[in-house]
C-alpha cells in the first residue's frame, strides 16, 4: 500500500463546477500538507499549504486537512478551464523532513 | 519564493551518451533536490544536492549514474550517465526555501528522450 493515495482520474468536469481532489494516507506523523499544480510539460506550482488540521481559504480554492480520518481535500469553486492540469498532494512530518507526493490527479475542466 | 531556471528545457539523445542538466535558483536557498517524473506518474526524489559535499541518493539511485554536484547556495547540475531508453523522463530541480515553512519550489523540468 502506498504512502499516499491519490485517485489518477481523470476527473471531467463543466465549467463552473465545483471540484472536489482528494488525498488519503497511512503515517499519522504528517503534518504538513501542500497542493501543487501542475500543466502538461510544466513543471509542479506549489498552490496550497496547511499546516495540521482545519481549513484554509485563498480565492477559489480551499484546502481541507482531516488528520483524524487522514484525509485531505482541495476544493475549486467555479473552475475554469484553465484550471486543468494534474493536482497532486504532498506532504512530509516536519519541516526538515522529505516530502511524500500522492500520484496526481488529472482534472480536464470543459467549456 | 524561489525562481527556479533549468537547461536544457528538452533534449533527445542518443544510448550510451551522457547528458549534463543545469539548475539555477533566483535567490539563496537552504536545499537542493533533484526529482524524476516519469511518463504519467508522481515525483521520485533522486537525491539532495549538498553544497560543497556529496549528494545524498535515494535508494534505487547511484552516484555512477546521477552524478551531482552543488558548487555553491544557487546552482546545481545533475549528469545522467550511460544513458539507456528506460532513462526517457522529465527531470525536475526542486529547491527548499528557508524558514518554518520550508516551501518547496520546482523548476520547468527537463524533458529527455533518450532512443
Known amino acids: 500500500q502506498k504512502e499516499v493515495e491519490q485517485d489518477p482520474g481523470p476527473l471531467s468536469v463543466p465549467e463552473g463546477a465545483i471540484v472536489s481532489l482528494n488525498c488519503t494516507y497511512s503515517?499519522?506523523?504528517?503534518?504538513?500538507f501542500m497542493w501543487y499544480r501542475q500543466y502538461s510539460r510544466k513543471g509542479p506550482e506549489l498552490l496550497m499549504y496547511?499546516?495540521?488540521?482545519g481549513n484554509k481559504e485563498d480565492g477559489r480554492f480551499t484546502a481541507q486537512v482531516d488528520k483524524s480520518s487522514k484525509y485531505i481535500s482541495l476544493f475549486i469553486r467555479d473552475s475554469q478551464p484553465s484550471d486543468s492540469a494534474t493536482y497532486l498532494c504532498?506532504?512530509?512530518?516536519?519541516?526538515?523532513?522529505?516530502?511524500?507526493f500522492g500520484g496526481g490527479t488529472r482534472l480536464m475542466v470543459k467549456p | 519564493s524561489a525562481v527556479i531556471s533549468q537547461k536544457p528545457s528538452r533534449d533527445i539523445c542518443q544510448r550510451g551518451t551522457s547528458l549534463t542538466i543545469q539548475c539555477q535558483v533566483d535567490?539563496?536557498?537552504?536545499?537542493m533536490f533533484w526529482y524524476r517524473q516519469q511518463p504519467g506518474q508522481s515525483l521520485t526524489l533522486i537525491a539532495t544536492?549538498?553544497?560543497?559535499?556529496?549528494?545524498?541518493?535515494e535508494s534505487g539511485f547511484v552516484i555512477d549514474k546521477f552524478p551531482i554536484s552543488r558548487p555553491n547556495l544557487t546552482f546545481s547540475t545533475l549528469t545522467v550517465s550511460n544513458m539507456s531508453p528506460e532513462d526517457s523522463s522529465i527531470y525536475l530541480c526542486?529547491?527548499?526555501?528557508?524558514?518554518?515553512?520550508?516551501?518547496?519550489?520546482f523548476g520547468e523540468g527537463s524533458r529527455l528522450t533518450v532512443l
Open positions: 526542486s529547491a527548499r526555501t528557508s524558514g518554518l515553512t520550508g516551501e518547496l519550489f
Open positions: 503515517n499519522s506523523a504528517f503534518q504538513y
Open positions: 496547511t499546516y495540521s488540521s
Open positions: 504532498a506532504m512530509r512530518q516536519n519541516a526538515g523532513n522529505m516530502l511524500t
Open positions: 535567490s539563496q536557498v537552504t536545499m
Open positions: 544536492a549538498n553544497q560543497g559535499s556529496e549528494a545524498t541518493y
